[in-house]
């Protein structure tokens, strides 16, 4: 390896990318669209505290009145405590059963598509024996109302069971438990209170590490086909040997890459983080702790997971002379990349277990799902260090099997080859590189 | 040390396909050399070999008495057959790349691209994207790449293709100049009257072999004892039936003997005499081409012709 052109190299693939326009446009354009998408975010689930207009058609005939008492009990604790899943306000309406139920549905119905109202619900006693309810509504993905509703009425269903059976008014108010549960977050340091912002946080950064996996690996594989098709690769070899520029090509996109994170975290720093901060205490989340560990796992993880697609792509462009003849192998990243994003709900669900271990040890999950538990977990060192060793060494001979793919690829022109052929390229022997004799002054 | 190139009984195949086969040559110093043959016939991959592109499966390549290193590296210009440039870059900052990667530093660098910027008239176009230049500018710039390093070897693949006539004769008074100072040239073409100007050592090769090697003035020599240019009152039938003849064919009114080989001159010309009135006749000096498909053929190669 020839440090001195490979720096050269990687120097040409850096300027030439920040000297962009395209570069600064998303650099800048993408942190205020995330900012908008957040705050639109934060403002729709600001918006569920709104008025909630429901009908409610009581067939039992003595579940109406507790309920609107214990919605509105509801609503004055969590005012009182602040939570942060504060659901709507409820302004409920009785209608008497109608004897045709089915007609007085579709009334309902009506009347929720017209919008005057939100939605209804029907109490029958024989759904009720069943512990159900039936709930209309516009939206039924509405969490934390639906959660309110749920649990205000089994209460009350519960209180009325235990009185039936003789139990006092009082005893039964007193029987029931409601239980809050604090999650805290353990960890070598210490605990923490974790009120979800921090989890937020690293989401927000494993998304970011995707899309930048499949962005600069895209770019180190248009470049790579690029100098095929501009015909300037042999000029290139002519003084660099291929696995210096393949080297230097990674290095340098890495490097842009680096570039628009600092960009990024300037940006949120000195714009973003005020307005997102005031929006987030606002909505009661907190403030998010991002830990400079964190940081410095992402930057690591990032790395180390950039370097292992990024062969991948050279090993996929070397043969191609177009995107197109290109794109069906680069599937195969993008599989591997989407697969890491695909398993992560499981490891957030248990980020010390078996299937968190698996992935965050495949090479191609590692980076994503070990930053991951990083992350939401405190997973052993050992695990940490296994994971790095795991993804050099398959970093190592992928760009081994790349370089030799690339040597001979690069050179070949015209008929789109075939897997097998690409296959045997590689085991053509590989161009020496003595040592200089002298060392160059 | 007079060797510029040496190759040893190189060869190399890709897959079943043989491309070059047991090749030895060298090129003196000094030489302009022509590696000649038709397309197909291995050159682009002896040259890519000895650029350390691709690796010889067998054989051994030396330049200036070393096998090639980083040093030799830098001190070899190549002009590949596929040439092209980066299409979005300046033109100033691609040709300070095309040096730092051959080890050029900045100042050194910045010299002599300012040099070679009046020489080929390119400085109006410094700060343009490659991209706006025209195909003959970019094919300037292309061989100031080759240059810009100062090398002691120029290797160019079929260096003139593409070019218009101007700069076909700008070009060859460079390779001429760089000639005059010393260095070695190695000029590889199918096109065989461009190398016969140039020339003065050739190799030709045709089917991943060699099948002559030599000075061109050496090779003219060897070829012409047997190749007479007669003018005769006679048919080609007659020519062809005189003795010592193997072949002969009609030109521009004359007729282009060639004898077999080991014939004696003076016993054909005589027996020409004694049969028709000989208006002229001389020795003549054969074309490159002619020199090429005779030694194809003797050396039991079919090939296609060359264009």
């Known amino acids: 390896m020839n440090w001195k052109k490979t720096f050269a190299v990687a120097r040409r693939e850096y300027v030439e990318r920040v000297r962009t326009r395209a570069f600064w446009i998303a650099t800048l354009l993408i942190p205020i669209l995330f900012l908008g998408y957040v705050a639109v975010q934060i403002?729709?689930?600001?918006?569920?505290?709104?008025?909630?207009?429901?009908?409610?058609?009581?067939?039992?005939?003595?579940l109406y009145q507790p309920l609107v008492q214990e919605l509105a009990e509801t609503e004055a604790k969590q005012k009182e405590k602040g939570s942060s899943s504060r659901g709507p306000h409820w302004s409920l309406t009785q209608q008497a059963p109608a004897a045709d139920l089915a007609a007085q549905k579709e009334a309902l119905r009506k009347e929720v598509l017209q919008k005057k109202i939100n939605g209804y619900l029907i109490l029958e006693p024989a759904k009720l024996d069943k512990d159900e309810v039936e709930y209309y509504s516009t939206t039924v993905s509405d969490y934390i109302a639906q959660s309110q509703l749920q649990s205000a009425i089994g209460r009350i269903w519960m209180r009325q069971k235990m009185t039936a059976r003789g139990l006092p008014a009082d005893l039964a108010r007193e029987l029931e438990t409601r239980i809050d549960l604090k999650a805290?977050?353990?960890?070598?340091?210490?605990?923490?209170?974790?009120?979800?912002?921090?989890?937020?946080?690293?989401?927000?950064?494993?998304?970011?590490?995707y899309s930048t996996f499949f962005m600069y690996g895209y770019q180190v594989m248009r470049g790579t086909i690029e100098e095929k098709s501009n015909r300037i690769v042999e000029i290139i070899v002519a003084s660099v040997r291929p696995t210096e520029l393949m080297v230097g090509k990674i290095l340098g996109i890495g490097l842009v890459g680096l570039t628009q994170y600092f960009v990024w975290s300037l940006v949120a720093a000195n714009l973003s983080l005020p307005a997102f901060a005031s929006l987030l205490s606002s909505s009661d989340m907190g403030m998010p702790r991002v830990p400079v560990s964190l940081l410095g796992y992402f930057m690591l993880f990032f790395l180390l997971g950039y370097f292992l697609y990024a062969s991948v792509y050279t090993m996929i462009a070397a043969p191609f002379n177009t995107d197109q003849e290109a794109q069906q192998l680069a599937m195969i990243p993008m599989v591997l990349i989407v697969?890491?994003?695909a398993v992560y709900p499981g490891v957030m669900n248990n980020p010390t277990g078996g299937m968190a271990l698996f992935f965050s040890l495949f090479p191609f999950t590692a980076s994503l799902i070990m930053f991951l538990r990083t992350a939401v977990s405190e997973p052993p060192v050992w695990q940490i260090l296994l994971c790095v060793a795991i993804l050099l060494g398959t970093t190592a001979a992928l760009a081994w099997f790349a370089g030799r793919i690339?040597?001979?690829?690069?050179?070949?022109?015209?008929?789109?080859p075939t897997i097998p052929e690409i296959i045997r390229w590689a085991r053509y022997s590989p161009g020496k590189v003595t040592q200089p004799a002298v060392k160059p002054s | 040390m007079d060797t510029a190139i040496s190759l040893t009984g190189v060869s190399k195949a890709f897959g079943k396909f043989r491309a070059v086969?047991?090749?030895?040559?060298?090129?003196?110093?000094?030489?302009?050399?022509?590696?000649?043959?038709?397309?197909?016939?291995?050159?682009?991959?002896?040259?890519r070999m000895i650029m350390n592109i691709t690796a010889p499966d067998s054989g051994d390549i030396q330049i200036l008495g070393h096998p090639m290193d980083r040093r030799t590296q830098n001190r070899i210009g190549y002009l590949p057959e596929e040439r092209g440039l980066y299409r979005k870059m300046k033109v100033i900052d691609h040709l300070y790349f095309l040096a730092a990667?051959?080890?050029?530093?900045?100042?050194?660098a910045r010299r002599r691209i300012d040099d070679w910027l009046d020489k080929m008239e390119l400085r109006p176009w410094l700060n343009k994207k490659v991209d706006e230049l025209s195909k003959g500018m970019q094919q300037k710039i292309q061989f100031i790449a080759t240059i810009v390093h100062d090398p002691d070897i120029l290797i160019l693949d079929e260096p003139f293709s593409g070019l218009d006539p101007i700069n076909v004769a700008l070009m060859r008074d460079f390779f001429v100049e760089f000639r005059q100072r010393g260095k070695t040239i190695v000029f590889c073409t199918?096109?065989?009257?461009?190398?016969?100007?140039?020339?003065?050592?050739?190799?030709?090769?045709?089917?991943?072999?060699?099948?002559?090697?030599?000075?061109?003035?050496?090779?003219k020599r060897r070829y012409s004892q047997d190749l007479l240019r007669i003018s005769v009152d006679a048919s080609l039938a007659d020519v062809q039936g005189l003795p010592g003849v193997a072949s002969a064919k009609a030109l521009n009114g004359t007729f282009v003997v060639g004898l077999t080989p080991g014939a004696d001159r003076r016993e054909f010309l005589r027996r020409a005499l004694e049969r028709y009135r000989i208006d002229a006749f001389?020795?003549?000096?054969?074309?490159?081409?002619?020199?090429?498909?005779?030694?194809?053929?003797?050396?039991?190669?079919e090939d296609r012709v060359i264009e």
């Open chain 1, 43 to 62: 403002s729709i689930s600001r918006k569920t505290g709104g008025e909630r207009q429901l009908v409610v058609v009581d067939l039992t005939g003595k």
């Open chain 1, 184 to 209: 805290f977050k353990v960890t070598e340091k210490g605990t923490a209170e974790e009120k979800g912002a921090g989890i937020i946080a690293a989401l927000v950064l494993l998304i970011l590490m």
């Open chain 1, 339 to 341: 697969g890491g994003i």
């Open chain 1, 406 to 416: 690339y040597r001979v690829g690069i050179l070949m022109y015209g008929k789109k």
């Open chain 2, 21 to 47: 086969d047991n090749l030895t040559l060298s090129v003196p110093r000094g030489a302009m050399f022509g590696l000649l043959g038709p397309n197909g016939a291995g050159k682009t991959t002896t040259i």
């Open chain 2, 101 to 108: 990667i051959k080890e050029v530093g900045r100042d050194e």
């Open chain 2, 190 to 219: 199918h096109v065989l009257e461009q190398a016969e100007k140039l020339c003065d050592e050739i190799c030709l090769m045709a089917r991943s072999r060699k099948i002559l090697e030599g000075s061109m003035k050496e090779l």
């Open chain 2, 282 to 301: 001389s020795q003549k000096e054969p074309e490159l081409e002619e020199i090429y498909i005779d030694a194809v053929k003797s050396a039991g190669i």
